[in-house]
């Protein structure tokens, strides 16, 4: 027997319980201006300076609106 069962959970995560998968979103630090990739359950706060704000960067993707 492989010692197995049908109901241990299919994703890899780590201890905390982070999906390693996940895929990060950059941001820009608002203090330092530096690059930052957070995934999800991640604490917000810069790598570099520590400073908590931080400002989404925009997508790379065409998002088009119809205006009346």
Known sequence: M???TANQATTAQDASGIDINARAVNY???DCDGDVQLKRGEP???RNCGHRVLYK?????MVQFEAR
């Not at 960067?57 to 993707?61: F, L, S």
């Open 44 to 46: 917000i706060r810069c």
């Open 57 to 61: 960067k925009r997508t790379n993707r």
């Open 28 to 30: 820009t630090c608002g």
């Open 2 to 4: 492989s010692g197995y």
